[in-house]
C-alpha cells in the first residue's frame, strides 16, 4: 500500500470547547523520523484523555502535534531509515503520544505492535491504550498475582473491560462497579466475579460483604475524590491502590492512618507523557505476555461504536454521556 495523496484530513481542535469544537481539516502528510513509522489510519481509539485536550486541560508534550488520539490500528506505509524491524505493508497497532485522529499517523516503532490474529484490523485500534494502561498499572505496578482479589472501577469502561479480562486471565478474583445493571451484567458475562450498581448499592459495604471483611489486594482506580477514603479502608493488608485517573476531583479528605496500618502501597501514573523508551519496555512485556491470550482470543477489545472521522464530536458526545460499553472508534479511511 502507498500513499494516495501528499495531503490527508485530520480532526483539529479549533479552540477549547464542547465537542462541536472538532472540525474535519486538512494538512500535509507528515514524513518519518529516523526511529518512526508512518501508517495509514484504519481505525483510532477514542479516549477521556481526548477529552480533556478538547477542553483545554490536558495539552500535547512539547514539540507532539496538537491532533488528538492516543492509538490507531493501520498499515505502515513509510519507515523512517533506522527502522529495521517493520516493513511496508506491516498490520499494526500502535500507541501514539498524539495524532490519531487522522489519515495519517506517525508512531514510534518501537511501540507498534502486529495486530493479533483473532482480531480485526480495525477493532485492533481498540486495544494500545487500554492494554498498555492495564498492563503497566495492574500487573508491573500493581503486582496482582494470581489467587489475588482486584476492584475495577467503572468496570464497563474500555480500561475496565481490559482490566477484568486480563485480571481473570491471570489467575484473579476480579470485582466492578459499574453505573447500570446493564453494565453489570456485561462485565459479569465478560468474567468479573461480581459486579456492583453503585447507582443502587453501596460498594464499599458489598465488597466487605463479597472478601468477609477481609478486603481487596488491588484496586483500580480512575474516579478519584470522593472513592479515595474509601479505596483506602477497602483495601487488604498490604494492599495496592492504582490511581490513574480523577474524573470526580483532585482533592479528597482522607484519614490515613489505615493506609500505615495495612502498610498500603499508593501509586499514580500517566502513560502520555513517558518516554518513547518506557513505552516500548511495555510494549515488550505486552508481547510477551498478553499477545498470546489476544491471537488465542481468550481476551479481546470490546468495541462499542465505530464513527466515520468527521464525525468525531458525535463520538465525543457518546464518551462523555457515558452509555457506551467498552471502546468508540473513529474510521479515517473508508475502505
Known amino acids: 500500500m502507498s500513499i494516495t495523496s ?14 462541536e469544537v472538532l472540525k474535519l481539516s486538512s494538512q500535509l ?4 523520523g529516523p526511529n518512526e513509522v508512518l501508517i495509514r489510519v484504519k481505525a483510532a481509539g477514542v479516549n477521556r484523555p481526548d477529552i480533556m485536550q478538547r477542553k483545554g486541560l490536558y495539552p500535547p508534550p512539547p514539540g507532539a ?29 500502535a500507541l501514539v503520544t498524539c495524532g490519531g485522529y487522522a489519515e495519517y499517523c506517525l508512531a514510534a516503532a518501537s511501540v507498534c ?11 485492533a485500534a481498540g486495544v494500545p491504550e487500554t492494554f498498555f494502561t492495564v498492563w503497566t498499572n495492574v500487573f508491573e505496578r500493581g503486582q496482582l498475582k494470581s ?39 456485561f462485565c459479569e458475562n465478560l468474567g468479573a466475579d461480581a459486579a456492583i450498581n453503585y447507582n443502587e448499592q453501596d460498594f464499599s459495604d458489598e465488597i466487605m460483604t463479597l472478601t468477609k471483611n477481609r478486603g481487596v489486594d488491588v484496586i483500580l482506580d480512575m474516579v478519584g475524590g470522593p472513592y479515595f477514603p474509601k479505596n483506602i479502608k477497602l483495601l487488604a493488608s498490604q494492599g495496592r491502590l492504582l ?15 489505615p493506609l500505615l496500618m495495612k502498610r498500603v502501597t499508593l501509586t499514580g501514573s500517566t502513560l502520555r507523557p513517558r518516554s518513547i523508551e518506557e513505552k ?37 458526545h457518546l464518551m462523555e454521556s ?14
Open 6 to 19: 501528499k495531503s490527508m484530513n485530520y480532526i483539529q481542535i479549533e479552540k477549547p470547547g464542547e465537542p
Open 29 to 32: 502528510v507528515p514524513d518519518p
Open 65 to 93: 502535534t496538537d491532533v488528538p488520539g492516543l492509538e490507531v490500528s493501520g498499515t505502515v506505509v513509510m519507515v523512517g531509515k533506522k527502522v529495521t524491524e517493520l516493513k511496508l505493508d506491516s498490520k499494526v497497532c
Open 113 to 123: 505492535l502486529p495486530v493479533p490474529e483473532k482480531i480485526s484490523l480495525e477493532h
Open 147 to 185: 489467587g489475588e482479589t482486584m476492584l475495577v472501577h467503572g468496570g464497563s469502561s474500555g480500561i475496565g473491560t481490559t482490566a477484568i479480562q486480563l485480571g481473570k486471565a491471570f489467575g484473579a478474583t476480579v470485582y466492578t462497579t459499574a453505573g447500570t445493571q446493564e453494565k453489570c451484567e
Open 243 to 257: 490511581q490513574i485517573a480523577l474524573m470526580q476531583g483532585y482533592k479528597a479528605e482522607v484519614d490515613f492512618r
Open 280 to 316: 516500548a519496555e511495555i510494549a515488550q512485556g505486552l508481547r510477551k505476555q498478553v499477545w498470546p491470550l489476544l491471537d488465542s482470543g481468550t481476551v479481546r477489545p470490546i468495541i462499542h461504536q465505530t464513527f466515520p472521522l468527521e464525525q468525531a464530536a458525535n463520538a465525543h
Open 322 to 335: 457515558s452509555s457506551h460499553i467498552g471502546k468508540i472508534l473513529l474510521l479515517p479511511n473508508a475502505d
